[in-house]
């Protein structure tokens, strides 16, 4: 888990550029590489340096407590390098062979250039959780047909009702979801982009159409048409699972 947030402040008497009493000549703070920190609300600024953490999280539920496990740590002058300095703080972990599973960052992350961040830690093996703003959740654009949907690439027959699920929805209902968006979400898991294969060394996955491979999450007229698909054989469906059920024609 990647977290910008920390400040390490420069003295108060070296903060700010100023007159000096004696000489009358302006003078600054000796720390040139710091720089002034905005946090999220209203609080005015302050003069330091930033730190880029990496916790260690756990991911299952354990008795207990344990203590938050710091693996890596850069200072650097706020709201620069910010993510050069999260995959500076990643880049070891692989090399140590610690799990590389979930990279969960805050929304100083999600704005970065896929090249600065997103292209290189998927590179080392993470799979990211990204915190979107109200205007960015739901259908976020397009790649090569496939709609970009929360951070997922999908089918773009997905219904629309599903993949306005989460449009302009506030940060309390994502994060605290009703029943009905809960099962909204679910639904989407059919139509989305499956992965084909892993990183190469270069960082390029490859993905697949949901209704290709032997194991089609769903039916699609289109594909079975563009890639002359023969009728298939009846089969028995399962019809208490819902993924049965959801890939057959008749759903």
């Not at 609080?43 to 539920?61: I, K, M, N």
């Not at 207990?64 to 706020?78: E, I, K, M, R």
């Not at 047909?145 to 929805?169: E, H, K, V, Y």
């Given at each position: 888990?990647?977290?910008?947030?920390?400040?390490?402040?420069?003295?108060?008497?070296?903060?700010?550029?100023?007159?000096?009493?004696?000489?009358?000549?302006?003078?600054?703070?000796?720390?040139?590489?710091?720089?002034?920190?905005?946090?999220?609300?209203?609080?005015?600024?302050?003069?330091?340096?930033?730190?880029?953490?990496?916790?260690?999280?756990?991911?299952?539920?354990?008795?207990?407590?344990?203590?938050?496990?710091?693996?890596?740590?850069?200072?650097?002058?706020?709201?620069?390098?910010?993510?050069?300095?999260?995959?500076?703080?990643?880049?070891?972990?692989?090399?140590?062979?610690?799990?590389?599973?979930?990279?969960?960052?805050?929304?100083?992350?999600?704005?970065?250039?896929?090249?600065?961040?997103?292209?290189?830690?998927?590179?080392?093996?993470?799979?990211?959780?990204?915190?979107?703003?109200?205007?960015?959740?739901?259908?976020?654009?397009?790649?090569?047909?496939?709609?970009?949907?929360?951070?997922?690439?999908?089918?773009?027959?997905?219904?629309?009702?599903?993949?306005?699920?989460?449009?302009?929805?506030?940060?309390?209902?994502?994060?605290?979801?009703?029943?009905?968006?809960?099962?909204?979400?679910?639904?989407?898991?059919?139509?989305?982009?499956?992965?084909?294969?892993?990183?190469?060394?270069?960082?390029?996955?490859?993905?697949?159409?949901?209704?290709?491979?032997?194991?089609?999450?769903?039916?699609?007229?289109?594909?079975?048409?563009?890639?002359?698909?023969?009728?298939?054989?009846?089969?028995?469906?399962?019809?208490?699972?819902?993924?049965q059920r959801a890939a057959h024609p008749g759903g």
């Open positions: 888990m990647a977290d910008d947030s920390q400040l390490y402040r420069v003295p108060d008497a070296m903060q700010k550029l100023r007159m000096s009493r004696s000489t009358g000549e302006l003078i600054a703070s000796t720390e040139i590489t710091a720089g002034w920190h905005h946090s999220a609300g209203n609080d005015p600024p302050e003069y330091g340096y930033s730190a880029t953490l990496t916790v260690a999280a756990c991911t299952r539920s354990m008795l207990g407590s344990f203590p938050q496990l710091a693996l890596g740590l850069v200072l650097d002058t706020p709201h620069k390098r910010i993510g050069a300095n999260a995959i500076t703080t990643l880049r070891p972990l692989a090399r140590l062979g610690l799990p590389t599973a979930f990279a969960v960052v805050d929304r100083a992350y999600t704005d970065q250039a896929a090249d600065h961040f997103a292209r290189p830690a998927r590179a080392l093996g993470f799979k990211l959780a990204l915190d979107y703003k109200v205007g960015q959740r739901g259908v976020q654009g397009s790649a090569h047909g496939a709609l970009l949907i929360d951070g997922s690439l999908a089918c773009p027959l997905m219904p629309r009702r599903l993949a306005n699920a989460t449009t302009s929805l506030d940060d309390a209902a994502v994060r605290t979801p009703s029943e009905e968006l809960t099962a909204l979400i679910a639904a989407r898991e059919p139509y989305l982009l499956r992965l084909k294969q892993s990183a190469n060394a270069d960082g390029a996955i490859r993905l697949q159409c949901p209704a290709a491979g032997p194991s089609p999450s769903l039916t699609c007229p289109r594909f079975d048409r563009l890639h002359q698909r023969g009728p298939s054989r009846p089969t028995a469906v399962d019809l208490t699972d819902a993924r």
